[in-house]
């Protein structure tokens, strides 16, 4: 069964600009999640999604924002860049109940210059 | 807020030796404890628990969970070098997958 993919793996942008990553979970895996980990920080809560509705949201500003597709492939996108979220970008999918592991992804490496 | 405290943020110890890793978590609405071990890639999942007092195996790696106090070890023994890792903890609470993790415990094997 293949895992967690997430693209691309790395990426630099500037501040003000926007992107966009993407994560495809786990064959019939249904909730997809996604995290932001820096040093300082660990790994952070930013959103959560089943079914194309996101369930569960993390205290990030508004320039942070999901979807998902009825594929249960999720993307996510970050607005006007700040040096601030240069980070690792993790995506995991789960089946989707309280009571079920979620899979990492490898991450996205994004820097912010 | 929903908080997960692991300590120590950071270990060095000897092949053979045993080491705890500790974690204390406030969250509402408790649902699962996870363990994640974390090289230089992807968490990878350890253990989950959900209920007190029951412990996990699985070869020299072990986990309690502790409801009423509200902690968890995570316990290695016979440590070695490919045991060095970033352990970290996770709570799943309010229901569905909202999970909150702890800052890590980074720990270092050394021959």
């Known amino acids: 069964k293949a895992g967690v993919t997430q693209t691309p793996r790395y990426l630099i942008k500037t501040r003000g600009q926007q992107v966009t990553l993407s994560c495809s979970p786990i064959?019939?895996?249904?909730?997809v999640s996604w995290y932001q980990q820096t040093p300082g920080q660990g790994l952070q809560f930013l959103f959560e999604?089943?079914?194309?509705?996101?369930?569960n949201k993390g205290n990030f500003p508004g320039r942070f924002s999901g979807r998902q597709f009825s594929n249960s492939r999720s993307e996510m996108n970050v607005s006007t860049l700040e040096l601030g979220d240069s980070a690792l970008y993790l995506c995991?999918?789960?089946?989707?109940?309280?009571?079920?592991?979620?899979?990492f992804g490898p991450g996205t490496r994004l820097t912010v210059l | 807020e929903d908080k997960v405290v692991q300590s120590p943020l950071s270990l060095v110890v000897h092949e053979g030796d045993t080491v705890t890793l500790n974690c204390s978590y406030e969250v509402t609405n408790f649902r699962s404890l996870l363990w994640y071990k974390q090289e230089k890639k992807a968490p990878t999942f350890l253990f989950m628990l959900t209920s007190s007092g029951i412990e996990k195996k699985s070869g020299r790696l072990s986990s309690i969970l502790d409801k009423k106090e509200l902690f968890s070890i995570l316990n290695i023994t016979a440590t070695q070098t490919g045991d060095s890792a970033v352990y970290l903890c996770?709570?799943?609470?309010?229901?569905?997958?909202?999970?909150?993790f702890g800052i890590g415990t980074k720990l270092q094997v050394i021959p």
């Open positions: 999604y089943f079914s194309e509705t996101q369930r």
């Open positions: 995991a999918s789960s089946l989707g109940y309280s009571d079920n592991e979620q899979f």
């Open positions: 064959s019939g895996h249904r909730s």
């Open positions: 996770a709570v799943n609470s309010g229901g569905y997958q909202k999970v909150t």
